[in-house]
């Protein structure tokens, strides 16, 4: 299978989050940068995720969309960069774990809780995330437990979790919380993610 990584985002996008991830793999690849209602809806793009949304990547012949899953998917592919932990440890528990939590209970309760949509008390039962307020006591022991998620490394569920938690303080979609902001403080320091969000913000400022 060839190596060629394409990566299709917008920088105003959950693809700040694979940029950052890609940065941390250190393969080299191609973005490709969609626009909303335009390339990211055309024929061409739909072929490869016919949700029409970003992000998504091209790894030869293997096309793979939504962060969680690319994130899993380049740490597995690119095992060199230590970005997940060993299969069948602990820690690789852990790591399913929050990576998951992050894709299923966190987005589906800050997305709902930002669209204005409140749960009513007695139909928690029904939603995966339960409520809001339990999702967020979960997300802060978890963040504040230990310096990562999973194991004694920095994984890719750091990488996702502190992301969802970066853009939810940045734009108030996530009540701040002093668990929260060290976490964030901590993670969004690491050379990667620095790399990743000039790149991105230099693409927004030449709009």
């Not at 029409?52 to 030869?60: L, Q, R, S, T």
Request: contains cysteine; aromatic residues 12%.
């Amino acid at each position: 299978m060839s190596n060629h990584l394409t990566f299709y985002t917008n920088p105003m996008s959950r693809g700040r989050m694979v940029r950052w991830m890609l940065e941390e793999v250190g393969q080299p690849y191609e973005t490709n940068v969609l626009g909303y209602g335009t390339s990211m809806k055309a024929p061409e793009y739909l072929a490869i995720n016919p949700m029409g949304k970003v992000p998504a990547i091209c790894h030869g012949d293997v096309v793979v969309t939504e962060v969680a899953a690319i994130c899993a998917y380049l740490a597995d592919a690119f095992p060199e960069a230590g970005l997940a932990p060993a299969s069948g440890s602990l820690a690789r528990g852990a790591y399913y774990r929050w990576l998951f939590f992050g894709a299923g209970p966190v987005e589906a309760a800050i997305t709902n809780k930002a669209c204005g949509f409140e749960l009513p008390e007695d139909k928690g039962r029904m939603a995966g995330y339960g409520s809001f307020e339990a999702v967020m006591d979960t997300l802060a022991k978890a963040v504040s437990a230990t310096e990562y998620l999973a194991g004694d490394k920095f994984s890719a569920a750091d990488l996702y979790i502190a992301s969802q938690i970066g853009f939810g303080l940045r734009f108030g979609s996530i009540t701040p919380r002093p668990e929260f902001s060290a976490y964030w403080d901590r993670i969004k320091a690491r050379p990667a993610a620095i790399r990743a969000a000039e790149m991105d913000d230099a693409l927004i400022a030449q709009k």
